[in-house]
Nanobody, 115 residues
């Protein structure tokens, strides 16, 4: 029903910034919610940031104050601005959407924070 194209991942130094983009194949205006999750090697996938249809945002404690989730409905795109990156932010980041009773996932994009 919907596919995502993610971009923006890569290698960045500690204290640096990256912006991840998640472009959907159709309108996101009717999505119940969208978010970003991440999964580090050997760890469970965890919520990073989430935004509901009415604009309410939620963040994991570990990223609060450093990451910002935003959406541009006209571009069918959700962003994750990541500032003051730490080595522990290294993970594969996944775009996520809840559409009625179905959950959809992007392919994931690697973020590596290292000197």
């Amino acid at each position: 029903q919907v596919q995502f194209v993610e971009s923006g991942g890569g290698l960045v130094q500690p204290r640096g910034s990256l912006r991840l983009s998640c472009a959907a194949s159709r309108s996101i205006s009717t999505f119940d919610g969208m978010g970003w999750y991440r999964q580090a090697p050997g760890k469970q996938r965890e919520l990073v940031a989430h935004i509901t249809a009415d604009g309410t945002t939620n963040y994991a404690v570990a990223v609060t104050g450093r990451f910002t989730i935003a959406r541009d409905n006209a571009k069918n795109t959700v962003y994750l601005q990541m500032n003051a990156l730490k080595r522990e932010d290294t993970a594969v980041y996944f775009c996520n959407a809840d559409v009625q009773t179905k959950t959809y996932w992007g392919q994931g994009t690697q973020v590596t924070v290292s000197s």
